[in-house]
């Protein structure tokens, strides 16, 4: 039973990978970048992500390793905080609390107990560095409250600040100004490359666009470069003529990381990528996000095989989104054509896309419009093909419509015979599109068609969807509704709602599926129901993204207002909404989708019963991907600062036993045979000094000589605790014995026998009784060897 506790808005994934330099550790094992609230830590090796650090309220805007300790990382946030982690274990170790927005961080080795860190002044323009003394205290809270200005009047961007060899100064650059601060003279001095004054310089040409990011060798004899081009640029020995290239990384280069050891280097991407290259300029790994499109056409679509994410990702492709993992499963090219980066060409956009028949079939729509009357269409439709587990190309329609193609949507209904497929355009048509057979004489080939086409007194076609069973096809045009028989495709009924152009439109499910609700631009929400043909409801609201949840009646509906986005969930059948939400974001959510769970909550209060069977996900303005969680589900999911949970795949050692690791076969076979089990660990579980022991951070833990003795101490097994069974085992191995004994007399007794019979012939053998056999035995034992003396 899950614990009632209020949900809030959460990022789920999706964030910015590329918002800060990426940081290798010092083995070059594994690399950091910033995901928004969190930290995320990447094996360099397999490209999985090996923790993700929670703990921040806000934006991370920084990321070092603790130079004292290359198992720490130091991070800074726009909550005013500075932690420090043991990002091998994923723990939170201590929080520093600086009550200011941090944009930046670096460390030096040399500043022990203290980092440097940008805030803003006053004006928000204006930045300063900051020295900040790191207290040493045994809490896991501290105050940081010794800040000391280094330099002031710099650039917001950590790019424009670098710190020198072994830490002597640091400079910084803003506008046509550098200021250099020595740490031992406690001096500045500045310059102003604006002047006619001539300084000595090294000009280095080669990029013919704008330069995003430099970064040295650890050695400092290669220099590397990279920007709009897309290539990587090493100038080794500062000379024009000795460079090398690595082109074709697929998107602008934001920033260049170095490892420490200089085995490594990583490229950032404006297309939300982390690229991983060589020494030898061979790029060896990619860590793909979720690709931040100019605009997201397509919206929010759930792919029935893998469940991911599907919309809009680099030109021309569809990308694959994996919620649970927060990483990209694959690009779907849609266009098949090269993408042509030039500022203020046109290009051809990806605009619709719809999935169908479970999966089977995936419907996208391309448009090209130079000009009023140059547009160019095209809708293809892709079969998924089990033998290359993907999309294949089937059919191809060049200009399917006269107009731009507003809506398409598959039948998806269980019992459907013939999958149809149903377009909506401004040229006033919906088109039906069924799956034919376009082969020849061997009848294995298959293709679509156009099978009706309607309109209603050439208004423009705004919306489609069908029923749940689907038997009635719904299309708005402008203001009117219209519903049309699936079968037949006959005009059955119409709603008009003289309140603007219908903007969204669906039935709904279950036990609701008698109504269909619509949406206005002018911001009425209608509810009709189709038994009566009448209209059974009508709410005020400027709804910008509805979406029924395929689990159940629930229908989600956002809305906007001048303060941000409020959420509203109810059933068509009840006026009075389920769950209400003010504020879940500042900004204009464009879409949104109900994502099926694979293991069902156990919400108890109606107002959070909705989040039972899905999940409810939704982008804004600025691509942020967001949904709605509880604490208790995080809590269990992810390692925080009170948490520390053994990995499921330790050996089972008595270290693993101290640990409380037990799982659910063996506790069964543990009750299953109590009664004569020799030993009976104790389970660890619920003990307080275990639980608290494993809680603490490792830094105020006693020593390990300590603890070690304790340990084994703890393993030692007393006598008293013998069983019962351990005696008649020791008569058993006595038996045993005392039989192996008597066999080998017996062995004896036999060669005497046969020896006799040689002798005696046909004489009767004289058969010995137990009590002779012990009274041999005896005889046997005797020492003869006195008799060697005589």
């Given amino acids: 039973m899950v614990e009632e506790e209020s949900i809030r808005v959460v990022r789920c994934g999706g964030s910015e990978l590329n918002f800060r330099r990426a940081v ?47 198992l720490q990382l130091y991070s800074c946030s726009l909550d005013g905080t500075i932690k420090l982690w043991d990002y091998i274990d994923g723990i939170l170790i201590k929080t520093f609390i600086v009550r200011c927005k941090l944009h930046a961080l670096f460390t030096v080795a040399q500043a022990e ?63 046509f100004y550098l200021s250099v601060y020595f740490f031992k003279k406690k001096t500045t001095s500045r310059r102003n490359f604006y002047d006619e004054k001539k300084y000595t310089y090294t000009c280095l040409h080669w990029h013919h666009d704008i330069v995003m990011d430099l970064a040295f060798s650890v050695t400092g004899s290669s220099l590397l470069s990279g920007g709009r081009e897309s290539v990587l640029v090493e100038w080794r020995d500062a000379t024009e003529k000795n460079k090398e290239f690595l082109p074709r990384l697929g998107a602008t280069i934001e920033h260049i990381s170095v490892s420490p050891a200089g085995d490594l280097f990583c490229t950032s991407h404006s297309d939300n990528k982390i690229t991983i290259i060589h020494r030898n300029l061979e790029a060896s790994a990619v860590i793909q996000g979720l690709v931040k499109d100019r605009s997201i056409f397509t919206g929010l679509m759930i792919d029935p095989r893998t469940k991911a994410l599907v919309l809009n990702g680099k030109p021309g492709h569809l990308q694959f989104y994996s919620l649970q993992s927060d990483k990209q499963l694959y690009n779907l090219d849609i266009m098949q054509q090269e993408y042509i980066n030039d500022y203020g060409l046109i290009q051809i956009e990806l605009k619709k896309a719809a999935f169908g028949c479970f999966g089977n079939w995936l419907a996208t729509v391309e448009q090209r419009q130079e000009k009023e009357t140059e547009l160019e269409l095209q809708m293809k439709l892709w079969m998924y093909s089990k033998k290359t587990q993907g999309f294949i190309l089937n059919t191809k329609i060049h200009m399917p419509h006269e107009d731009c193609i507003t809506a398409l949507c598959f039948c998806n209904a269980e019992k459907s015979e013939q999958p149809t497929l149903v377009t909506a355009s401004k040229d006033g048509y919906f088109k039906v599109w069924i799956l034919t057979d376009d082969s020849d004489i061997y009848k294995k080939a298959v293709g679509w068609t156009c099978d009706f086409v309607g309109s209603y007194h050439k208004y423009q076609a705004t919306n489609c969807c069908f029923s749940e069973d689907g038997s009635l096809l719904a299309v708005s045009f402008e203001e009117i509704v219209t519903l049309w028989d699936s079968e037949t495709w006959e005009l059955k009924c119409t709603f008009c709602q003289r309140a603007g152009n219908i903007r969204h439109l669906c039935f709904g499910r279950l036990t609701c599926s008698k109504y269909l609700l619509g949406a206005t631009e002018n911001g009425i929400l209608s509810c009709w129901n189709l038994l009566s043909c009448a209209l059974e409801w009508s709410a005020k609201l400027n709804v910008r993204v509805m979406e029924p949840d395929p689990n159940s009646e629930n229908i989600a509906a956002v809305s906007q207002s001048s303060v941000g986005s409020d959420l509203f969930v109810f059933k068509p059948s009840e006026p009075r909404p389920l769950y209400i939400q003010k504020g879940i974001s500042r900004e204009e959510v464009q879409w949104g989708v109900f994502v099926p769970r694979d293991v069902p909550e156990s919400f108890t209060s109606e107002a959070y019963q909705w989040l039972n069977r899905s999940q409810f996900y939704f982008l804004t303005k600025s691509q942020s991907l967001l949904t709605f969680s509880t604490k208790s589900p995080e809590e269990k999911l992810t390692p925080t600062s009170k948490q520390l949970l053994a990995e499921e795949s330790l050996p089972t050692t008595p270290f693993y036993f101290i640990l409380g690791k037990h799982r659910q076969q063996q506790d069964e076979k543990l009750n299953e045979i109590s009664e004569n089990e020799l030993v009976q660990l104790p389970l660890t579980e619920n003990i307080p000094a275990i639980s608290e022991l494993l809680h603490t951070p490792a830094h105020v833990l006693p020593s390990a000589v300590f603890l070690c003795s304790m340990f084994v101490n703890s393993l030692l097994l007393s006598k008293e605790t013998k069983s019962a069974e351990e005696i008649p085992k020791d008569v058993d191995m006595e038996e045993e014995k005392e039989s192996e004994n008597s066999d080998e007399e017996n062995d004896f007794t036999e060669k005497i026998q046969e020896t006799n019979n040689t002798d005696l012939g046909e004489d009767i053998i004289h058969q010995l009784s137990k009590s002779e056999e012990k009274e041999l035995r005896k005889f046997r034992k005797i020492d003869y060897s006195w008799i060697a003396v005589l």
């Fill in 24 to 70: 290798f550790s010092a083995d070059s094992k594994y690399i950091f970048c910033v995901s928004g609230d969190f930290v995320k830590v990447y094996s360099t090796a397999t490209e999985e992500c090996v923790h993700i650090l929670h703990g921040h309220r806000n934006l991370v805007t920084g990321i070092q390793l603790n130079p004292n300790n290359h």
């Fill in 113 to 175: 107990d203290s980092v440097f860190v940008t805030v803003n002044k006053e004006k928000p323009d204006i930045f300063q560095l900051v020295s900040v003394k790191l207290p040493k205290s045994s809490s896991q809270e501290v105050e940081a409250k010794e800040l000391s200005i280094v330099l002031d009047y710099i650039n917001q961007s950590p790019k424009c600040i670098a710190f020198g060899n072994e830490g002597v100064y640091v400079a910084a650059v803003r506008d």
